[in-house]
């Protein structure tokens, strides 16, 4: 007793389950150990991914020496443990829960969504309980329409999952557990939305409790293939399953077990391009105009495979390659690796949400990436972890997460990195140049312009002493500032100097492959072809170009994540059109297939040459990612050079931010049934009042010379004077939209009826 | 008739049914046999067994009535499958017994389903609720045989017995403001630190800082003990109340606060500690008016100005007297002595008074030539009032201006000593002893081991078996103590261990500060004479421990002033069972108690912790986590938080090695 302990964490130990020694490590649970030696303990309420929850009592085993029954989810595994994971005792109480767990269960498997994949179905025959031996009186319970997901407290086991992934998970916390004995249930507590929880969860119910609403009595989950593939919404590039029948896809399942979607990823399935046929006149045309063209527009919906044709493309052609948002993220991290060293930032998903601290600035995180959000939820929820949450605006939806809003003022990031960056590195042995670099700024005209009090940061700091395992979330905020090189090479020295676990969340799609594989011009000249984007001449998946393409369920190839993987996606959709590979080749490059370029990806950048068909895609039984491959890091040359803190802009009155709700990315989750919502430039009160606008009111602006026409709506959890605008809606203009996301905004309001 | 006519509580078998009277066995446990007053009781029924005062006790109705209540219990839980759906099954197959209906097969699953719930059940609640039922379907068998057989109703089935439940826990029980611990751990082991909080506060309402400062008597009760070592239940608090003030979400309170009353009753509560704090928040909670009257500028008593910032944050403690003083009916007047005039004009306007003043007159060590005025002589009250206004609330000026560079002894052993050795090694004393009568592990005992150790590792030296004989003076300020040297001498008898003067080994200490901390007595001024208040042998305000109203109707007194100098979670204990009878009291003039406070008065003289029971089903030698604390050259010059608190990892793991020992007892009346 007396000494801090952190629990013996890591100390190897040895035990025999079985009859096998297995050697693990202490902090893990007798199932763990089990479970990575392949041993096989029955369970109804575990779940890899969160904590043990340990409602259902299946998992018990013997130890020798120890009277009456473990439960081996929970009791982490001792030296030195003999374990015995089934006998006969064990059977006949597994097989006693099995019956109560039937008590009154309804014996409707034919007209249930779960049936076939149904653990409760699965473990009743599994311990032979061929009757209901007890039944009680049923309360009433009638099925809930939440939105995605229906529940049906009827069949609802009360194993916990969904409850745990709503907490540990996605952290929006909607649903809870409603203690009532027999009359127990799950209570979604925010059902004014579609919240994440619900489609997490109805992917983790055991049996058919938690079910899809859009899927619901369509099919049998037997007749349905699963076609593996990962996720183009995103940066983050999640693991999912197209369920499909007859070329329709039906729904999105994932490995639940371990990983995790957000509703984009589950919900937005439905936006290929139908009934496309080979239309050769099109197609000529549009290999004349490509070879024409002066500037290349594309959208960073694209495939690493894609990318490099496009590359390959320019290389024959000398035509520009204009991908606005993949550009600003391309030289955010090359000046960031000027100073690390590296191509590549160095944190992962995994690392936030290890961390005891998380700072996230430049980022509407929660909108721009659920799952990044999701990796700092759990920090919170499994290691306290203070969360610093800085932006403009604040996010309701993060107040249960954040410990500290730190509020700055918009166009004001590069002080704002440079006060972070002078109170991190305080204390750091750093190279003359950095220190030359800190003692020059102007904390406190940095703090005045930018708004940041120097007792926010001292509060920050504070909050840090004596732990260790820190993150910095930084995001698309940055990579389109006007300074966005000083603030990547200001960043980049928390990463290098003060140990962060750093992730640069890349601003849309597979923005990283693009950035890593084409050489990127900043502004289009001349005759343009637009690639899911406005321009002369347009090749479009959305339907509506001059040539149709695929979407990306509808092709091979693969894409980049956030976490630095190279993941593979396969056809979910038929498509009988033209693709990029076809004008490549008319153009004189040759590749039967897309992915014949998969292997041929620039090792430089650390791709590795690995044919599309060698990459591995699954999770082992200890849930261990076996994606694609991890890109190599890539050594670039040091040099510490900063520039003097620019001048700051004040940037006061009334500001429109560019920024997608939930679940839509961009023109292809706006296609999407499940998904449809109506766009709005949200904005507070004060903001209404700031601008003479009333709720309702119709306006028009222009930002990147796109013009905008919104109906403007007040959102009372909002606060100050800057309004959401999206951009999902916009079509192929939307990827025009790339300067700074915060801007200033001239706008015409329509005339009112009568007035 | 009185006595046991039959047990089978905890393991002690008796069976007086075919015996005559004056051959009955007697029981050696203090069940309880009188309800309260003069209601007699029929029936004990609880996790460890049954026992029955009454020989026409229907034992079908008790077993069925029993499964009743664990079945309520469970609306409030249902968090396993075995506890939910077995809970019903057991309740579902009584009944039906019990009002005529059953069959013998019913009885066999009622063994089969018992069983599983036995073996299987998340909470020891599910594990121990069959126990007593088997006991009486096996020794009252006849009973349910002729249900059975005969088809008809039991005996009494819906009769007039009243059949009166409460759930506890070993931990509960010995808490002195019986804290729902296994719910507040089980918030934080499903990570849901807003439950947790709630949990907590149902009963306290400082929450920080029992989750900082509390002697932690629950740990000597934890069942986890008698497999290992006791859970963490004190630090373990703390994460909810961190979590609140961590994320800024609004007071989290047990349930929602009732409206003020605005019906012109109001309670008086003299002093804003502990105890006056946590009385005005359970009244406020019922929507009742308090004023709280605090003599000091700064709120909070004795913690305030007593225990030090290093130990308990003064921003962390302040949360807490927010809390409560943020309640719609309460308000407080500070620097306002009640002297004994004021309390007669306050005790003529309230309907009721609470005195939850502390003891803050410094007992003497009783040496030679002691003298309080002499220069160098400082209570410690006094001493400590000096350095926590100045390090909490910038009020006076440093003690070190007095203390630096000096010879500090203090003569001690409890909570208070230690907090003067320690600030007074932070004020930059040369030298800091502490004298102390008894021996290390007594000290321990005394109070923790933490903080002994904490003590010594800043620097402190420890005399033990030491007591001052003479103190010597200049004429103006100490200069010298003589002390004696004890030793323990073993009683050949084999009674307790008698300290004995060892002749020749007193020594003397130069030094410049003599600091007594062995006890505070109680400012009885307040108390106007004519009243003639009846005070314990020990001079504190006597009442009768359950009610808490003292010899004068109407006026009650809660924590130190009540008890003596003791624990913080004492005095919350104290106030709120105070505060429950005066929400009566102030309506109907009469002092009662709830059915679940004289259950709870039951339990406690039952005891519900049993170190000698073996627990089974849980994997033993699961470290207990300790959590980081600051080094000591980080610390000991200044008044940062020594204890960090347990990261994520650390809470959760040890949240896990909770057993959740809920229990169900219920007597029948």
Redesign the interface.
Known sequence: MGVHNSINRGKEITLTIDGKKCKSTFGKTILEVARENDIYIPTMCYLSKVKPIASCRMCVVNVEGVEGTILSCQEKATDGAVITTNNSELYTERQNIMKLYNVNHPLECGVCDQSGECDLQNKTMEFDVAEQPFTTKEPHRPIQNWGHVSYDAGLCIMCEKCVRVSTEITGDEALQLHFGGYSSTILNVKQEKNYASLGEAAAVCPVGALVDTHFKYRANAWELEKIPSSCPHCSVGCQMNYEVRHDKIYRMSNEAEFTSLCGAGRYGYDYANHNVSKDTKAFEDAVDAVKNAQSILFAPHISNEEALILQKIKEQTGAKLICGEARGYQKFMQAYASVTGKKLFGGTLKGISESKAVIVFGTRINDDAPVVKYHINMASKWHRARVAYMHPLEDAEMKNIVTQFIKYEPQSEEGVAALLVEMLLRNVDVSQNVKAFLDDLDIGNLSAESNVGEEELEALRKSMLKKEDFSLVIGADLYAHPRAEQIAKILALVEKYAGFNVVCVPPAGNAMGVSLICELDDKATGKTVGYNVEADVVLSALGNGDLDMPALNQQEGTITTVDKRVVPMHVAQPYGGYVLNDIANALGLYAEYTIDYTKTLPVEKGFKAVEFDALPDYFDSVGNEHRGYLLDVCHTEVEEMFEEVDEIDAFDGAVVYICNPKDQFSAFTNLCEPLKEEPFLLGSSQFATATKLSDADKVTFEIDGVTFKRVFKIDTSMKGTIALNPTYDMGLSAPLVSSYRFSKVKMMQDKKRGS | MSGVVFSTWRDEFIDNRDKPHDEWVETGFRLPETYHGDRASKAFIGWDGVAIFDEDIDAVELANQYAAQY????????????G??????LY?LLDKIARGEGSHDDIT?LK??S??MM????CEIGKTVPKPILDLMEHYKEQFDTCIDAQIPSKHYNGDTSYIAKVTAPCTDMCPAHVDIPAYIEGV????FTESLQATRQTMPLAHTCGRVCPHPCEDACRRANLD?PISIMELKR?GA??ET??E?PWLHPHEPKPPRNDGKKVAIIGAGPAGLTAAYYLALEGIKVDIFEELPVNGGEVAVGVPEYRMPVDKYNKDIDFVLEMPTVSITNNHRVDAKRLKEIDAEYDATLLSFGTRLSKKVRAKNENPDMQGYWGAIAMLDKVNLWHKYGIGSPASNELKDKVVVCVGGGFTSMDVVRCAIREGAKKVIMLYRRDEKTIIRNTT??EY?EAVEEGVEFIFHSAIEEIFDDGEKITKLKVNRYELVPDPEGGRAQLVKIEGADFEIECDYLIPAVSQALDTQILPEEWNIEMTSWNSILTNGKDYMTSRPGLFAAGDCEYGPMTIVNAVGQARRAASVISRYIYDGKCTLTDDEIMEDHLAKLKVYDKNE?I???????????????ETAERKTNQKEVN?G????????EA?RCMRCYYISMVAV
């Open positions: 079945q309520e219990y469970s609306e409030a839980c249902g968090r396993c499958a075995p939910r759906w077995g809970g019903r099954i579902d699953h089969e389903i069983q599983t073996a299987t059940s998340k082991r499903d990570m849901v070592e994460i961190d979590y961590d994320h979400v081991y933490e150790h073996k089974t089903g849980w994997m033993p030698g699961i470290p207990r986590a300790v959590s980081q604390k600051l960090l347990f990261t994520g990892e650390e809470a959760i793991s896990e």
